[in-house]
Protein backbone atom coordinates (compact mmCIF):
# COMPACT_ATOMS: atom_id res chain seq x y z
CA UNK A 1 0.00 0.00 0.00
CA UNK A 2 0.99 3.91 -0.89
CA UNK A 3 1.79 6.18 2.07
CA UNK A 4 0.30 8.96 1.34
CA UNK A 5 1.57 13.03 1.91
CA UNK A 6 0.09 15.82 1.28
CA UNK A 7 2.11 18.80 -0.96
CA UNK A 8 1.79 22.30 1.28
CA UNK A 9 2.64 25.48 0.60
CA UNK A 10 2.29 28.41 3.58
CA UNK A 11 -0.58 26.79 4.79
CA UNK A 12 -2.35 25.95 1.72
CA UNK A 13 -2.80 21.90 0.64
CA UNK A 14 -1.93 22.00 -3.10
CA UNK A 15 -2.29 18.34 -3.69
CA UNK A 16 -1.54 14.78 -2.34
CA UNK A 17 0.30 12.26 -3.24
CA UNK A 18 -0.90 9.53 -5.91
CA UNK A 19 0.48 6.21 -6.72
CA UNK A 20 4.63 6.04 -5.91
CA UNK A 21 7.05 4.99 -8.75
CA UNK A 22 9.01 2.45 -8.21
CA UNK A 23 12.89 3.91 -6.82
CA UNK A 24 14.82 1.24 -8.62
CA UNK A 25 17.14 4.27 -10.60
CA UNK A 26 16.41 7.06 -8.32
CA UNK A 27 18.80 7.86 -5.66
CA UNK A 28 19.29 6.73 -2.23
CA UNK A 29 16.40 8.26 0.14
CA UNK A 30 14.26 9.69 -2.77
CA UNK A 31 10.74 8.41 -3.88
CA UNK A 32 8.59 9.87 -6.87
CA UNK A 33 4.83 9.71 -7.02
CA UNK A 34 1.95 11.06 -9.07
CA UNK A 35 0.64 13.97 -7.71
CA UNK A 36 -3.02 14.86 -7.16
CA UNK A 37 -4.13 18.32 -7.70
CA UNK A 38 -6.57 20.45 -5.00
CA UNK A 39 -7.93 23.77 -6.28
CA UNK A 40 -5.17 25.83 -4.79
CA UNK A 41 -2.70 24.30 -6.85
CA UNK A 42 -3.88 26.16 -10.11
CA UNK A 43 -2.90 29.45 -8.05
CA UNK A 44 0.83 27.55 -8.67
CA UNK A 45 0.76 25.98 -11.54
CA UNK A 46 1.47 28.23 -13.87
CA UNK A 47 5.56 28.36 -11.99
CA UNK A 48 5.59 24.45 -12.08
CA UNK A 49 4.49 24.70 -15.78
CA UNK A 50 7.31 27.51 -16.61
CA UNK A 51 9.78 25.38 -15.04
CA UNK A 52 8.85 22.18 -16.67
CA UNK A 53 8.46 23.53 -20.11
CA UNK A 54 11.26 22.88 -22.99
CA UNK A 55 12.41 25.80 -23.33
CA UNK A 56 13.64 26.05 -19.80
CA UNK A 57 14.82 22.40 -19.55
CA UNK A 58 16.93 22.89 -22.57
CA UNK A 59 18.24 26.16 -21.17
CA UNK A 60 19.26 23.88 -18.08
CA UNK A 61 20.56 21.38 -20.35
CA UNK A 62 22.58 23.25 -23.08
CA UNK A 63 23.29 26.55 -21.67
CA UNK A 64 23.84 26.61 -18.29
CA UNK A 65 27.01 24.71 -17.49
CA UNK A 66 27.42 21.95 -14.43
CA UNK A 67 29.58 23.47 -11.83
CA UNK A 68 32.73 21.22 -12.77
CA UNK A 69 32.42 22.51 -16.37
CA UNK A 70 32.14 26.38 -15.30
CA UNK A 71 34.86 25.70 -12.43
CA UNK A 72 37.18 23.71 -14.75
CA UNK A 73 37.20 24.43 -18.55
CA UNK A 74 39.92 23.69 -20.74
CA UNK A 75 41.98 26.72 -22.04
CA UNK A 76 40.56 26.72 -25.71
CA UNK A 77 37.00 26.05 -24.47
CA UNK A 78 36.61 28.62 -22.05
CA UNK A 79 35.47 31.79 -24.86
CA UNK A 80 32.60 29.95 -26.40
CA UNK A 81 30.89 28.88 -23.16
CA UNK A 82 30.89 32.45 -21.74
CA UNK A 83 29.76 33.79 -24.90
CA UNK A 84 27.29 31.24 -24.98
CA UNK A 85 26.08 32.78 -21.62
CA UNK A 86 26.32 36.40 -22.43
CA UNK A 87 23.65 35.76 -25.02
CA UNK A 88 21.29 33.56 -23.56
CA UNK A 89 21.47 36.89 -20.11
CA UNK A 90 17.84 37.94 -20.75
CA UNK A 91 16.44 33.64 -20.95
CA UNK A 92 18.75 32.65 -17.80
CA UNK A 93 17.76 36.52 -15.74
CA UNK A 94 14.27 35.60 -16.67
CA UNK A 95 14.75 31.70 -15.86
CA UNK A 96 16.09 32.78 -12.32
CA UNK A 97 12.98 34.77 -11.65
CA UNK A 98 11.24 31.95 -11.72
CA UNK A 99 13.17 29.73 -9.51
CA UNK A 100 12.86 32.60 -7.21
CA UNK A 101 9.27 32.20 -7.52
CA UNK A 102 9.12 28.69 -6.72
CA UNK A 103 11.41 28.74 -3.93
CA UNK A 104 9.44 31.73 -2.64
CA UNK A 105 6.13 28.37 -2.46
CA UNK A 106 8.27 26.72 0.75
CA UNK A 107 6.59 23.73 -0.19
CA UNK A 108 6.56 21.16 1.99
CA UNK A 109 5.36 17.44 3.03
CA UNK A 110 3.13 16.46 5.22
CA UNK A 111 2.38 12.78 6.51
CA UNK A 112 -1.21 11.44 7.30
CA UNK A 113 -1.36 13.00 11.13
CA UNK A 114 -0.20 16.12 9.24
CA UNK A 115 3.24 16.36 10.65
CA UNK A 116 5.89 18.11 8.50
CA UNK A 117 8.20 15.53 6.50
CA UNK A 118 11.48 16.56 6.83
CA UNK A 119 12.96 16.97 3.04
CA UNK A 120 16.39 17.54 1.39
CA UNK A 121 14.65 17.94 -1.84
CA UNK A 122 11.30 18.60 -3.08
CA UNK A 123 10.60 19.38 -6.64
CA UNK A 124 7.20 19.12 -8.87
CA UNK A 125 7.42 18.79 -12.17
CA UNK A 126 4.74 18.34 -15.35
CA UNK A 127 4.59 15.19 -16.48
CA UNK A 128 6.45 14.53 -19.73
CA UNK A 129 4.45 11.40 -21.07
CA UNK A 130 0.87 11.83 -21.88
CA UNK A 131 -1.75 10.93 -19.11
CA UNK A 132 -3.56 8.40 -21.02
CA UNK A 133 0.22 6.48 -20.72
CA UNK A 134 0.67 7.42 -17.31
CA UNK A 135 -2.96 6.06 -16.10
CA UNK A 136 -2.36 2.78 -18.17
CA UNK A 137 1.57 2.66 -16.11
CA UNK A 138 -0.59 3.40 -12.86
CA UNK A 139 -2.69 0.89 -13.56
CA UNK A 140 -0.28 -1.87 -13.68
CA UNK A 141 1.87 -0.64 -10.43
CA UNK A 142 -0.68 0.22 -8.40
CA UNK A 143 -4.29 0.00 -9.80
CA UNK A 144 -6.22 1.69 -6.33
CA UNK A 145 -4.64 4.49 -7.72
CA UNK A 146 -5.25 4.87 -11.29
CA UNK A 147 -8.50 6.42 -10.78
CA UNK A 148 -6.87 9.50 -9.71
CA UNK A 149 -5.14 10.18 -13.10
CA UNK A 150 -6.84 12.15 -15.00
CA UNK A 151 -6.29 11.65 -18.46
CA UNK A 152 -8.44 15.10 -19.39
CA UNK A 153 -6.08 17.69 -17.74
CA UNK A 154 -2.18 17.60 -17.31
CA UNK A 155 -0.30 15.40 -14.68
CA UNK A 156 1.94 16.75 -12.60
CA UNK A 157 4.97 14.37 -10.73
CA UNK A 158 6.71 15.14 -7.15
CA UNK A 159 9.54 14.03 -5.95
CA UNK A 160 11.04 14.22 -2.54
CA UNK A 161 14.35 13.73 -1.22
CA UNK A 162 13.61 12.69 2.27
CA UNK A 163 15.73 13.51 4.98
CA UNK A 164 15.85 10.79 7.47
CA UNK A 165 16.16 7.26 6.80
CA UNK A 166 12.87 6.47 8.84
CA UNK A 167 10.94 8.44 6.20
CA UNK A 168 12.95 6.43 3.31
CA UNK A 169 11.65 3.34 4.18
CA UNK A 170 7.74 4.35 5.41
CA UNK A 171 7.81 5.89 1.86
Not at 12 to 28: I, K, Q, S, Y
Not at 69 to 81: I, Q
Not at 82 to 104: C, D, G, Q, S, T
Amino acid sequence: MTMHYVLVSRGRVLGRTGAAFPAGELPAGTSAWHLVPSAAFDAVEPIIAELSAPPALSLVEDVIPTQDAYLHPAWREHEAPLERLLNEAPRIHHFRLVLERYEALRLELRDQSGRRVPTATLVVTKQLVPADALRSYVEAVDPAEAHLVDTEVPCYLLMARLASASSATAA
